[in-house]
């Protein structure tokens, strides 16, 4: 398709940078950023975003990724580094390091989750020993149940009603806190239902979003757009800041928009060591590390003294490959 000129025409493109390994741990290249427009900025360094809006003690906390895929690990240590309790740890539907390293370092009393793992890695070490000494309340909810409470509570409905054959599974049984019965007011028939989850706070990553908070998640989106959508604030971890012009010109790349998002961090290469979609994969040499170690209390504590006492982002990134290219 060309115009009357014979040339094709120009079409605005979100800017994406294929990330390689740095020999430390510097910022990716810039992506210029218009002028200040009077808009109130949403960025935060991330000391600051948790330390604003994770009380310690909180009520409920939901936390973004799925498996080794866009977990936002540079929230995750920072939780750990001001140790901030979590009353009830909300998961995606997979859960892995970033559930396991909260749990393991001692500041999660209940997680309401349907899997915490490592995939063809292995089971979650932290996790599992926890929850086996009874110093861990587990609600296990199917992952379709997870997905829909998250929805309902977006939606900001006080239940969401379950598709017929979840009330022969055993889960249900098992868990009659999150599992009840209600009779449908249209057919008179009994419905398996769950209550719509709310959370305090949201904490995600997206890949890209501007300096209000409209975020650009490449990739597969999991359940990270409902976290934000039905918490009462969400941090958001960005691998970079984009002008807001950009985004006005292909509205239709932004998966949230500003007015659900609390604070804007960017933290360059802090999935890590997890995958952030369309930037770098997961690093699997680092999460076996973690796994070896962390099957033990006594090993956990060494993963935690080598890559969690580091005071910033920096200094953990610059004892990791992302240093060693």
Do not use: W
């Not at 806190?177 to 949201?202: C, E, I, M, N, W």
């Amino acid at each position: 398709m060309s115009d009357s000129n014979g040339e094709k025409p120009h079409r605005p493109i979100n800017v994406e940078v294929n990330m390689q390994p740095y020999p430390s741990a510097p910022p990716l290249p810039a992506i210029p950023v218009e002028d200040d427009d009077g808009r109130q900025s949403k960025q935060l360094e991330l000391s600051e975003a948790i330390e604003r809006f994770v009380p310690d003690g909180v009520e409920s906390l939901a936390l973004g990724g799925m498996f080794m895929h866009n977990n936002p690990m540079g929230l995750v240590r920072e939780l750990i580094r001001q140790k901030k309790h979590i009353k009830r740890l909300i998961t995606s539907p997979g859960g892995c390091i970033n559930v396991d390293l909260l749990i393991g370092a001692g500041l999660v009393q209940e997680v309401v989750t349907s899997y915490v793992g490592f995939e063809h890695l292995g089971m979650a070490p932290a996790f599992r020993r926890v929850a086996q000494s009874g110093d861990l309340k587990v609600y296990e909810l199917d992952a379709l149940s997870l997905m829909l409470a998250l929805r309902a509570g977006a939606a900001n409905q006080p239940f969401v009603a379950l598709p017929p054959g979840l009330e022969l599974s055993d889960v249900s049984r098992t868990n009659p806190t999150f599992y009840k019965s209600v009779t449908d007011p249209f057919t008179g028939q009994t419905s398996l239902v769950v209550p719509a989850l709310r959370p305090k706070v949201a904490l995600v990553c997206a890949q890209q979003a501007d300096k209000l908070g409209n975020l650009v998640m490449r990739g597969s989106v999991f359940t990270d757009r409902e976290m934000v959508m039905a918490a009462d604030s969400s941090l958001i971890q960005i691998e970079q800041l984009v002008p807001t012009g950009q985004l006005t010109r292909n509205p239709l790349a932004v998966n949230v928009p500003a007015y659900y998002t609390s604070a804007v961090v960017l933290a360059a290469f802090s999935s890590h060591p997890t995958a952030s979609h369309r930037f770098y994969h997961y690093d699997e040499e680092h999460l076996k590390e973690y796994l070896q170690l962390a099957a033990t209390a006594s090993g956990f504590q060494q993963y935690f003294e080598k890559y969690l006492t580091a005071p910033n982002e920096v200094d953990y990134l610059g004892k990791t490959s992302v240093a060693s290219g």
